[in-house]
């Protein structure tokens, strides 16, 4: 895929990993999912040291209506579920797995809500991500929310509603 992802010569990282461009090519391998806005994307990622496939099977089939999930359809280490009201992708590289959660933002938590707290309104069965099978190293909670461009000091007071006054991530220049 890439022989040089080219941000080093910069001088703005560290010195790279020997092994950065086979992981970089590996992670970028699969297909982009498309996602229908407002959405909420829920990513996880896991070192999956000592964690075999056949363990993360029997884990995804505890999800709702996968029961009857065959051992099969991990073998090409990547998977899409397709459950009620969410997808949850699977995804098994050498070193580390990841999830990835894309399910529809409730109303109540799109732009114009004060500081939603979103996980509330997760689709997975209580407490499934907490017992994913790994060591985490990397979590992303993200809210996507379709939005006027051409309005932008108006998204600029829905976001930062949104994010809570206290907030200071925002200044107006």
Known sequence: MYSNIGLNSSGLLPDDDPQRISLH???????????????????????????????????????????????????????????????LRWERHSEFTRYSLVQHLPEVAQLGAADPELLSYLSLPQGWLAEIPGRTFAAIK??????????????????????GESSGGFTDR
Do not use: C
Request: charge should be negative; glycine fraction near 4%.
């Open 25 to 87: 090519n590996e992670v970028h391998a699969r297909p982009s999912q498309r996602i229908r806005l407002p959405a909420l994307v829920i990513y996880v990622a896991v070192i999956n040291d000592g964690i075999t496939r056949e363990q993360e099977y029997e884990y995804l089939r505890r999800l709702p209506g996968h029961e009857t999930l065959m051992l099969e359809q991990l073998q090409n280490n990547f998977l899409r579920l397709r459950l009620q009201g969410y997808t």
């Open 142 to 163: 993200l809210a996507m929310m379709p939005g006027d461009l051409n309005e932008p000091d108006e998204l600029l007071i829905q976001a930062r509603k949104w994010f």
